[in-house]
């Protein structure tokens, strides 16, 4: 494993010669702009003020219908640096809701999505791939792709948790 001192010296080398830099801009003016998007279209749902940018580990912002928020549940429209893609989570408020909500997904055999095995170290409840390696060519089809994705994702959380 190398150093802190030697990664930076990496690190350095990269943004000097500005590729990384440009692509992570890009990509945070993208998420904004996708965030506007869902705020303006959607105003029936809460829409995060902001965008959480990570440690380019992920990003995201939470899109959250009131069905979901009454029950201290939002929805977060994430991007994962390290794999690439697209996705979309169920999110507790806080890790008590977190808890609550995926005990009764685990436990009720749910497999319509993604479910972690444990709740310890992961920020999800339920979890669904959007797009796999995301066309940046074409950000009007990418943007229809993330939000088809995440209103069925919605809708069937809601639907799930209506028979609960």
């Known amino acids: 494993m190398e150093s802190f001192h030697e990664y930076m010296n ?7 010669k500005g590729d990384i830099k440009e692509a992570y ?8 702009e996708l965030r506007t998007y869902f705020n303006k279209k959607y105003p029936d749902y809460f829409v995060s ?9 992920m ?4 899109f959250i219908p009131e069905s979901l928020k009454s029950k201290k549940l ?6 994962i640096h390290d794999t690439f893609r697209f996705e ?3 999110f507790g408020y806080n890790k008590q809701v977190q808890a609550k909500y995926w005990k009764l997904f685990k436990e009720s055999g749910w497999n319509k999505y993604r479910i972690p095995s444990t709740t310890k170290g992961v920020d ?3 979890e669904f791939t959007l797009v796999e390696n995301p066309d940046f060519s074409d950000l009007d089809t990418l943007t229809k792709q993330i939000e088809r994705g995440t209103l069925r994702f ?6 799930y948790l209506s028979k609960k």
């Open 10 to 16: 990496e690190y350095r080398k990269q943004i000097e």
């Open 49 to 57: 003020g902001s965008i959480y940018q990570g440690y380019m580990d």
């Open 25 to 32: 801009r890009g990509l945070m003016e993208y998420i904004m």
């Open 88 to 90: 979309v989570w169920l």
């Open 59 to 62: 990003t995201y912002f939470s």
């Open 154 to 159: 919605i809708k069937d959380v809601e639907d």
């Open 74 to 79: 939002k929805i977060g429209i994430v991007f």
């Open 124 to 126: 999800s409840i339920v």
